[in-house]
């Protein structure tokens, strides 16, 4: 069996996407065999912009799995939580769902990147929140964090709910954010790393530098998080 991590981050639009992407890219390149899924897309009808962006920073690689939907197990139509996604069709989140087609990627793959659905506690169903599927699986936690004012204390918040399930954390990315301040934007690295120390985590911030969505993309050597 491959190993699952949960990259997650710490609100919507931290990039979470676009580091999954440079992850798997960069694990390939390095001569690993990994695969990424979207465990739950909403917004989108029938496939996953988040899953599509992937593979383009992949070099559009394609997988069985994609065919089988298993790298998307769950595409809700409406922008919102997964939850309220899923209601307003009429439907559940199907956690078990989910949990089957990361099992099946990590039967054929190396390291599977199972990408979140927003931060840590969005909603999935009425008593089930990301991080707490997560935390079941025991899916090691990425988290993609930034340098922009407030993001020290998602950052935190976000720490703590991982530690409080005693959930592992491989790794903090510190994506690169447009209008940051770069005196906050090194504060936020240091404090990050601080309390990663403090609680008990590896001390690993990665960062990730300005780059265009449509490449080239940079070369991030990841391996501190996946050793």
């Given at each position: 069996?491959?190993r699952?991590?949960?990259?997650?981050?710490?609100?919507?639009?931290?990039g979470?996407?676009a580091?999954?992407?440079?992850?798997a890219?960069?694990?390939?390149e390095?001569?690993?065999?990994v695969?990424?899924?979207?465990?739950?897309?909403t917004?989108?009808?029938g496939f996953?912009?988040?899953?599509?962006m992937?593979?383009?920073?992949?070099?559009?690689?394609?997988y069985?799995?994609d065919?089988?939907?298993?790298?998307?197990?769950?595409i809700?139509?409406?922008?919102?939580?997964?939850?309220l996604a899923?209601?307003l069709?009429?439907?559940?989140?199907d956690?078990?769902?989910?949990?089957?087609a990361?099992?099946q990627?990590?039967?054929?793959h190396e390291i599977?990147?199972?990408?979140?659905?927003?931060?840590?506690?969005?909603?999935?169903t009425?008593?089930?929140?990301?991080?707490?599927?997560?935390?079941?699986e025991?899916?090691?936690?990425?988290l993609?964090?930034?340098?922009?004012?407030g993001?020290i204390?998602h950052?935190?918040?976000s720490?703590?709910?991982?530690k409080?399930r005693?959930?592992?954390v491989?790794?903090?990315?510190h994506?690169w954010?447009?209008?940051?301040?770069?005196?906050?934007?090194?504060?936020?690295?240091?404090?990050?790393?601080?309390?990663l120390?403090k609680?008990g985590?590896?001390?690993t911030?990665v960062r990730?530098?300005?780059?265009?969505m449509?490449g080239p993309?940079?070369?991030?050597?990841?391996?501190?998080?996946?050793?």
């Amino acid at each position: 069996m491959g190993r699952a991590y949960f990259i997650s981050g710490i609100d919507t639009g931290v990039g979470k996407t676009a580091v999954t992407g440079l992850m798997a890219r960069s694990l390939a390149e390095r001569g690993h065999d990994v695969i990424t899924v979207k465990m739950v897309q909403t917004g989108n009808d029938g496939f996953s912009e988040d899953l599509d962006m992937h593979r383009r920073i992949q070099g559009g690689v394609r997988y069985e799995e994609d065919d089988r939907r298993l790298t998307a197990p769950q595409i809700f139509k409406f922008p919102s939580s997964p939850l309220l996604a899923a209601s307003l069709e009429g439907r559940a989140v199907d956690a078990d769902a989910i949990v089957r087609a990361v099992r099946q990627c990590a039967e054929r793959h190396e390291i599977v990147l199972v990408e979140s659905a927003g931060g840590l506690d969005v909603p999935l169903t009425g008593s089930m929140l990301s991080v707490d599927l997560a935390a079941a699986e025991g899916w090691p936690l990425v988290l993609v964090t930034s340098g922009r004012l407030g993001s020290i204390n998602h950052t935190l918040l976000s720490l703590e709910a991982a530690k409080s399930r005693r959930m592992k954390v491989a790794g903090v990315v510190h994506n690169w954010c447009e209008g940051a301040d770069p005196t906050i934007d090194r504060d936020t690295a240091r404090t990050t790393l601080r309390y990663l120390a403090k609680w008990g985590f590896p001390p690993t911030v990665v960062r990730v530098p300005k780059f265009d969505m449509d490449g080239p993309y940079p070369d991030i050597d990841f391996s501190e998080i996946f050793s």
